[in-house]
């Protein structure tokens, strides 16, 4: 059976001396693994269409087993995410939190259209730490972790001072502070913030100045849930944090995760 998907490459390994394993999010099926025959040659026509972040309509032959991947289009290159170090870093974040998140063959479309927005948010030069925060915030729920942000977790009020609670995935109000030893305080801008992050889509959002301190706060909040909810720990994270903290000494291009 012979299928045309549009889809972007969020990973590729090695198979073999000249093929590569390739999986790609699709609007249509969701999230699909492919093999691409010859595609490590550099002549192969499969070469250039079968690298990571590009997007591109595919024909994909599938009989028994995994599909095969017979030829592809580029739609556009997003070539700026490969050009900037910082802005490959995110998106490699951005492409392996999605995979982690979502089983095979199961049509996600909603994250299709997310993740094609993120990247082409990052290529368009947007603050890609905002942008991968939004991601980030907007994977909770399919990833099964839904936190309680419209109101208070424990008592439903939606008036007041708020804190957030990892015991009670959510915010709580001040009247409901002492249920939880460890919670942190928030200002009314970063409740706003969160809500914005959580329930607002990519596109309408454009492009939000944040402060250095507040992005920092929202990271490390959901990336503790995904940590302590779901034991989820990205191997592209440990790379971001290094470019992060010191963008002065940028590693080399060879340095970076290899698209192999
Ligand atoms: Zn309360």
Same mark, same amino acid.
């Given at each position: 059976?012979? =299928?045309?998907?549009? @889809?972007?490459?969020? #990973?590729?390994? +090695?198979? /073999?001396?000249? =093929? ?16 691409? #025959?010859? %595609? ?22 599938? @009989?028994? @087993? ?5 030829? /592809?289009? +580029? ?23 999605? !995979?982690?998140?979502?089983?095979? !063959? ?6 299709? !259209? ?6 082409? %948010?990052?290529? $368009?030069?947007?603050?890609?730490? %905002? ?22 977790? =424990? ?5 007041? $001072? ?18 939880? #030893? ?30 250095? $301190? ?32 010191? +963008? ?5 291009? $060879? ?6």
């Amino acid at each position: 059976m012979q =299928n045309q998907v549009e @889809g972007i490459v969020i #990973r590729t390994m +090695p198979y /073999g001396e000249t =093929n590569k394993i390739v999986t790609l999010f699709t609007k249509e099926a969701g999230k699909i693994t492919c093999m691409a #025959r010859g %595609a490590k040659k550099p002549a192969s026509r499969l070469a250039a269409i079968t690298q990571v972040f590009t997007h591109g309509s595919f024909s994909i032959y599938k @009989g028994k @087993g995994m599909g095969t991947i017979q030829a /592809g289009d +580029p739609l556009e290159s997003l070539r700026h995410i490969r050009e900037d170090i910082m802005s490959t870093a995110y998106a490699s974040y951005v492409t392996e939190l999605i !995979d982690r998140l979502t089983e095979q !063959d199961e049509p996600q479309p909603a994250i299709f !259209d997310m993740l094609y927005q993120a990247l082409h %948010a990052i290529d $368009e030069g947007y603050d890609p730490e %905002a942008i991968t925060l939004f991601v980030e915030w907007k994977m909770l729920q399919p990833a099964g972790l839904t936190p309680t942000l419209h109101q208070c977790a =424990n008592c439903g009020s939606t008036e007041g $001072e708020f804190a957030f609670s990892f015991q009670e995935l959510g915010f709580l109000c001040h009247r409901c502070f002492h249920i939880d #030893r460890y919670i942190i305080r928030l200002s009314p801008a970063l409740v706003k913030l969160i809500r914005t992050f959580y329930f607002v889509p990519i596109e309408r959002v454009g492009s939000l100045t944040l402060k250095k $301190e507040s992005k920092s706060l929202l990271k490390q909040i959901v990336r503790t849930i995904y940590e302590e909810k779901a034991g989820i720990r990205l191997k592209s994270r440990k790379f971001l944090e290094q470019l992060e903290r010191t +963008p002065e000494f940028l590693p080399k291009k $060879e340095e970076l995760p290899k698209d192999e």
